[in-house]
């Protein structure tokens, strides 16, 4: 057995200054990339939502369009579902300077929060 020899300079392992340092980077460098995955998962929710919306609101446009007689001015509510989520359309149409024309708009809501909104112009046929 060799006697245990002391260690010399050029021996030495990382202080722990040096080892502290090196954690507080690699923990910033995984703070920054949990921050980018939410990010990521919070907008790719509210791509869906806003997806989701714009069918509900299509169809409401739609609907009024295809109708036979011109849509009369006021306001209705009407539940949508779509992809197993209920949505809620206000459906708002006002009359227009020329008495041809009426202005049609939806406004999709997700519980309280408003989601998106469509308007359209309907005409006489």
Do not use: K, W
Request: contains cysteine.
């Amino acid at each position: 057995m060799q006697p245990m020899t002391p260690m010399t300079p050029m021996q030495r392992g990382f202080t722990l200054i040096e080892v502290l340092v090196a954690l507080a980077i690699v923990a910033i460098a995984l703070l920054a990339g949990l921050q980018a995955t939410s990010a990521l998962t919070r907008n790719a929710l509210r791509q869906a939502d806003v997806l989701l919306a714009h069918l509900c609101a299509e169809n409401a446009l739609v609907a009024i369009r295809l109708a036979p007689q011109m849509p009369a001015v006021g306001d209705s509510t009407q539940p949508c579902e779509q992809a197993g989520r209920t949505l809620t359309v206000n459906l708002v149409v006002r009359p227009t300077p020329n008495p041809l024309f009426r202005r049609a708009d939806a406004q999709v809501f997700n519980g309280e929060l408003p989601v998106l909104r469509l308007t359209t112009i309907v005409g006489r046929r």
